[in-house]
């Protein structure tokens, strides 16, 4: 069965202070690994997708990596609004469409 | 930027009660997808269409629950006798696939609570 566990569930920062957040998939294929970003009371917004082992994609204060395994989202120099819900989700391989499979999200607090 | 909008944004409905979601995707975007989130967990996928037709629905959709997309536009969602364990965000989200590649857009959900 595909499975995305991230961790950790919860993360505090003090701003400027990075870190890393960790995606481990287990899917029989890899389509797709997606990043993306939830505020409170909205949808999830698209942060980035990575298609094969060792592919980088940054935005701004975001940098995520992909290996066989797992995915990291770094952040550096976080800032407050960077505070939000990071989700992971992977597309596996399979004939047809294959609906992403999410993760459960870490919660990020970034404090001023 | 006309995104992937949802309508309502909220809704209260009493346990017995029929509801009724509708999403209107990305206007070039040729595919469509339900999800629904609780609280603490990540979205879990319901059922999806492209451009009209119904291609696949989760085991999570009960017969309760029903989509349509005519012609390939708007999509609805509709909720008949709601239960207590109905309450979530449902969320719609749109992609255009090229070439085995896509990336989805998601709408603001609508939050349904059933009381």
């Known amino acids: 069965e595909d499975q995305v566990t991230q961790s950790p569930e919860a993360l505090r920062l003090q701003e400027g202070e990075s870190s890393s957040l960790n995606c481990s998939y287990t899917?029989?294929?890899?389509?797709?690994l997606f990043w993306y970003r939830q505020d409170p009371g909205k949808g999830p917004e698209f942060l980035f997708t990575?298609?094969?082992a060792g592919e980088e994609k940054e935005k701004e204060r975001l940098k995520a990596t992909l290996t066989k395994k797992e995915s990291f989202l770094h952040i550096t120099a976080p800032k407050p609004e960077d505070s939000a819900t990071y989700l992971c989700?992977?597309?596996?391989?399979?004939?047809?469409?294959?609906?992403?499979?999410f993760g459960k999200g870490t919660r990020l607090s970034v404090i001023a | 930027d006309t995104g992937v909008s949802q309508d309502p944004r909220h809704k209260i409905t009493k346990r017995g009660q029929n509801v009724t979601f509708r999403c209107d995707p990305i206007?070039?975007?040729?595919?469509l997808y339900w999800y629904r989130q609780t609280l603490g967990q990540g979205p879990e996928f319901l059922t999806y269409?492209?451009?009209?037709?119904?291609?696949?629905k989760s085991r999570l959709l009960s017969d309760r629950f029903s989509a349509e997309r005519p012609k390939g536009s708007f999509s609805t969602l509709e909720i008949q006798r709601t239960e207590q364990g109905d309450s979530a965000m449902y969320l719609c989200?749109?992609?255009?696939?090229?070439?085995?590649?896509?990336?989805?857009?998601f709408g603001s959900g609508t939050q349904l609570s059933v009381l």
């Open positions: 989200a749109s992609s255009l696939q090229r070439q085995g590649r896509e990336k989805l857009f």
């Open positions: 899917v029989s294929g890899l389509r797709g």
């Open positions: 990575l298609y094969s």
């Open positions: 989700a992977v597309q596996p391989r399979r004939s047809g469409n294959t609906p992403l499979v």
């Open positions: 206007s070039e975007h040729n595919r």
């Open positions: 269409f492209q451009n009209e037709a119904q291609l696949e």
